[in-house]
């Protein structure tokens, strides 16, 4: 059950922000995310990440893919963590801190407030 339900999250996360008009590649294991990423870091304006992920953890996967590209926003969405703060995801450069659950709503505005060129913000 879980499995599925784990699945069927970035799914439709994927089909709102392309039905928002982005462009989405989806990579359900961060192993597979960071390769993707490195292979061709020009191609994302965007990562979108949760913190609870198959072999590295959002905010080590953030650490990672800002090693490569410093200024490519990254959201990490998680429920309760006691491993990171909404603080300490700033500290990290993620630019948005997305708890879940969060509505599709909330989902769009993290996407825009992300891509915004302005200062660091934390949602």
């Known amino acids: ?9 970035p799914a439709i996360a ?6 928002a008009g982005y462009s989405v ?5 961060s192993q597979a995310a960071f390769e ?7 191609a994302f304006d965007l ?7 198959p ?7 953030a650490e990672t893919i800002t ?6 926003p990254i959201i990490l969405c998680t429920g309760f963590s006691s491993k990171i703060s ?18 599709i709503h909330e989902l769009k505005k993290a996407v825009r407030m992300a891509l915004a060129k302005d200062e660091e913000l934390v949602s």
Do not use: N
């Open 55 to 61: 072999h590295m953890t959002g905010d080590i996967l």
């Open 67 to 72: 090693e490569i590209c410093p200024d490519i």
């Open 86 to 103: 909404p603080e300490s995801a700033l500290a990290k450069g993620i630019k948005v801190y997305l708890q879940k659950p969060f509505t």
């Open 47 to 53: 990562v979108l990440t949760d913190q609870t992920m």
């Open 14 to 19: 994927k089909e709102v922000l392309e039905e």
């Open 36 to 42: 993707t990423f490195r292979e061709a870091p020009d």
């Open 1 to 9: 059950m879980y499995e599925i339900k784990y699945s069927g999250i």
């Open 25 to 29: 590649v989806m990579r359900t294991s």
